[in-house]
């Protein structure tokens, strides 16, 4: 057997496997009991690890209630903050309280942290899985409980992250749909002129709906050309917040049929500076069910299919990959974390053509390496002959 492992056998005669590891520091020892030899092989290395590095301590005491009400109060407070340091939006903590409560304290809160295992986690997944619920519930599930336990571990109170490595039923492949920009064109047609200036920036500028409506006529520079992300609108708080992530302060440019629809509106709604583009009579952000439901009505009378402000945004950032925008930039429109985000969400768009990129290789090719391999001729300077003397 390896160091640090027993193997137990319980009175039914199924067998289990005992890990531990040594604390020098506290003068105790962890222990931890698995149902598979791998298992607790896999936690012994990454305690022993741990313990070298210093990040280990003796067993708390604290269950994962216990911590996950430190957690939300920390993050109330902004005490708690993102990995990219910027306080958690409300609707996010409220999000991750319902979740918590819901799915996982009925079930784990009674444990301390160091008896939550990757082991437990995994057969928690399955168990999700078989009850029915969809990959992406079970991803935004564990989400505030990998946070709880990404901050434990800085802390040292627990060797590993329960949630890390856990293999997870695969997310919706249901896609948002896409309009082209004809089909844009027709549901801009039959909507009203506050409507379709809202759709445009949707369709045309990929804001956020909490982004358009916390939008400001101080954001939109039309000399200039471009639209400010400063902030967003949450409706659950009913309060201005910061956008979703840091990457979400942007600048996006206001393409020409945009800026047609937004000078409209401008001598429409005759909006000083520091009002909201898109407010309702009393001057507070729109509903997005109202607008939704009104536009619904609109394109089924018209005979057309109706869509939503998320897939909008994802027909904004086709349209900018569509038209050659370098993945960089449309990144940067997006508001997404990272190109890699935008690569792994929007990859599908991206041309993939092998005889486009056959053309575009051998264009590129042809150009560096002519001058080389066919050099141009000579020029033929004629020699006057010498006049005789």
């Not at 571990?153 to 492949?173: H, K, Q, T, W």
């Not at 982004?211 to 400010?228: F, H, K, Q, T, Y």
């Not at 109202?290 to 536009?295: C, D, E, K, S, Y």
Request: net charge positive; proline share 6%.
């Amino acid at each position: 057997m390896a160091e640090g492992i027993r193997r137990r056998v319980g009175r039914s005669g199924i067998a289990s496997y005992e890990a531990s590891v040594w604390i020098a520091a506290d003068a105790r020892r962890i222990r931890r009991t698995f149902p598979t030899l791998a298992a607790a092989k896999a936690w012994r290395a990454d305690a022993v690890l741990a313990v070298r590095q210093k990040r280990l301590r003796g067993p708390s005491g604290i269950t994962l209630r216990e911590a996950a009400g430190d957690w939300l109060r920390d993050a109330r407070s902004g005490i708690a903050t993102t990995r990219g340091g910027t306080p958690y939006k409300p609707s996010v903590i409220l999000g991750y309280d319902q979740v918590l409560a819901l799915r996982v304290l009925p079930l784990l809160g009674g444990l301390r942290l160091e008896q939550v295992t990757r082991t437990g986690m995994q057969e928690l997944v399955d168990r999700w899985a078989a009850e029915g619920l969809s990959g992406s519930t079970i991803r935004n599930t564990l989400m505030p409980v990998r946070v709880i336990f990404r901050r434990a571990l800085r802390r040292g109170l627990v060797a590993i992250n329960p949630c890390d490595g856990l293999e997870l039923p695969p997310p919706s492949a249901r896609r948002e749909r896409i309009v082209s920009p004809a089909e844009a064109a027709e549901l801009l047609r039959v909507l009203p002129p506050f409507d379709r200036a809202l759709w445009s920036v949707a369709l045309f500028a990929g804001l956020r709906a909490g982004e358009i409506a916390a939008l400001r006529w101080s954001d939109v520079e039309l000399a200039v050309g471009r639209i400010r992300v400063e902030r967003s609108w949450d409706p659950k708080t009913r309060n201005f917040v910061l956008p979703k992530s840091r990457s979400g302060r942007r600048s996006v440019p206001i393409a020409g049929v945009l800026r047609d629809e937004l000078v409209e509106w401008r001598m429409t709604s005759r909006g000083s500076d520091d009002d909201l583009v898109f407010a309702r009579g009393n001057g507070v952000p729109f509903r997005h069910e109202t607008v939704l439901g009104r536009a619904k009505l609109a394109w089924r009378t018209a005979g057309l299919q109706p869509l939503g402000l998320h897939e909008a945004r994802h027909t904004a950032v086709s349209l900018w990959l569509a038209a050659g925008i370098n993945l960089r930039a449309v990144s940067t429109y997006a508001g997404h974390s990272s190109v890699a985000f935008t690569l792994d969400r929007y990859g599908h768009l991206l041309p993939d053509d092998e005889q486009r990129a056959i053309v575009l290789l051998d264009a590129f090719i042809l150009r560096s390496v002519a001058p080389t391999v066919n050099p141009p001729e000579p020029r033929r300077v004629r020699i006057p002959e010498t006049a005789p003397e």
